[in-house]
């Protein structure tokens, strides 16, 4: 609620000051700005990983607010106990210790650059390149549903739908559309991480976009086994004739 408050008192805050004529320093004007924008990651998801991204406006400003104070202990004394007050409540989020403090992390290369990972991380990312070598060489599309866009950088490939993060329930008719694009692609696998987001049934992707699922069963062939229950992989069938009528593959 703070990013609210924040958002919404330095926005008017900034106006007041400008209606009476005064200046206001620029860099308060920013993160004035930035603060609403970015304070959706935080109410999309109500942990500490999505607070972490859309706290950071918010933070840029506390720090300016306590530059405009005008003794250097008082600037210290607030700033200091600011970043321990951080460091107390993330440094059991913060990657870089966990990497050093709990067994598995594994380094991985991601786009010429050497990444520590847990466990659970870097066996996805694993399992995306071994389907990819296996079911979409030479640059073939592939489609990871519903909330991986990351996969597609990673495989260097471009994301064969216009929702790349598919967690809202959605009309038959916008399903249809994404369905013309899953056609058009002609991607080598699907992978369907079929899980109810926040323990909510509706969000779960057989039921949020239910058209869509029906038809990747349809046309796609299941992969045994998976490495985890909630993945439902799907490798291309082999080439074979449509009958456009029925969109059902025959011999």
Same mark, same amino acid.
């Given at each position: 609620?703070?990013?609210l408050?924040?958002?919404?008192?330095?926005?008017?805050?900034?106006?007041?000051?400008?209606?009476?004529?005064?200046?206001?320093?620029?860099?308060?004007?920013?993160?004035?700005?930035?603060?609403?924008?970015?304070?959706?990651? +935080?109410?999309? *998801?109500?942990?500490?990983?999505? %607070?972490?991204?859309?706290?950071?406006?918010?933070l840029?400003?506390? &720090? =300016? !607010?306590? +530059?405009?104070? *005008?003794?250097?202990?008082?600037? %210290?004394?607030?700033?200091?106990?600011?970043?321990?007050?951080?460091? &107390? =409540? !993330?440094? +059991?989020?913060q990657?870089?210790?966990?990497?050093?403090?709990?067994?598995?992390?594994?380094?991985?290369?991601?786009?010429?650059?050497?990444?520590?990972?847990?466990?659970?991380?870097?066996?996805?990312?694993?399992?995306l390149?071994?389907?990819?070598?296996?079911?979409?060489?030479?640059?073939?599309?592939?489609?990871?549903?519903?909330?991986?866009?990351?996969?597609?950088?990673?495989?260097?490939?471009?994301?064969?739908?216009?929702?790349?993060?598919?967690?809202?329930?959605?009309?038959?008719?916008?399903?249809?559309?994404?369905?013309?694009?899953?056609?058009?692609?002609?991607?080598?696998?699907?992978?369907?991480?079929?899980?109810?987001?926040?323990?909510?049934?509706?969000?779960?992707?057989?039921?949020?976009?239910?058209?869509?699922?029906?038809?990747?069963?349809?046309?796609?062939e299941?992969?045994?086994?998976?490495?985890?229950?909630?993945?439902q992989?799907?490798?291309?069938?082999?080439?074979?004739?449509?009958?456009?009528?029925?969109?059902?593959?025959?011999?």
């Amino acid at each position: 609620m703070a990013l609210l408050a924040f958002g919404i008192g330095a926005l008017g805050w900034v106006f007041k000051e400008r209606l009476r004529g005064r200046p206001v320093r620029p860099e308060l004007v920013a993160v004035a700005c930035a603060t609403l924008p970015y304070a959706h990651f +935080a109410f999309a *998801r109500a942990d500490v990983g999505h %607070l972490a991204q859309g706290i950071y406006p918010m933070l840029l400003g506390i &720090f =300016i !607010l306590l +530059a405009t104070l *005008r003794t250097w202990a008082s600037k %210290l004394i607030l700033s200091v106990l600011t970043a321990a007050v951080s460091l &107390f =409540i !993330l440094a +059991a989020w913060q990657p870089g210790i966990l990497a050093r403090t709990q067994d598995g992390w594994r380094q991985i290369n991601v786009s010429g650059s050497t990444i520590s990972m847990d466990p659970g991380t870097a066996d996805a990312v694993q399992l995306l390149r071994d389907l990819t070598g296996r079911y979409a060489p030479e640059g073939r599309t592939v489609l990871v549903l519903p909330f991986w866009p990351g996969a597609y950088p990673l495989l260097e490939r471009e994301a064969p739908l216009w929702e790349i993060y598919a967690l809202s329930p959605r009309t038959e008719d916008f399903q249809r559309a994404e369905i013309e694009r899953i056609k058009n692609a002609d991607p080598g696998f699907v992978l369907v991480f079929n899980m109810a987001m926040d323990s909510r049934e509706a969000l779960r992707f057989s039921n949020s976009h239910r058209l869509m699922d029906d038809y990747i069963r349809a046309h796609f062939e299941p992969v045994q086994p998976t490495p985890d229950p909630a993945y439902q992989i799907y490798k291309a069938l082999p080439k074979a004739k449509i009958n456009p009528t029925s969109e059902k593959v025959v011999d």
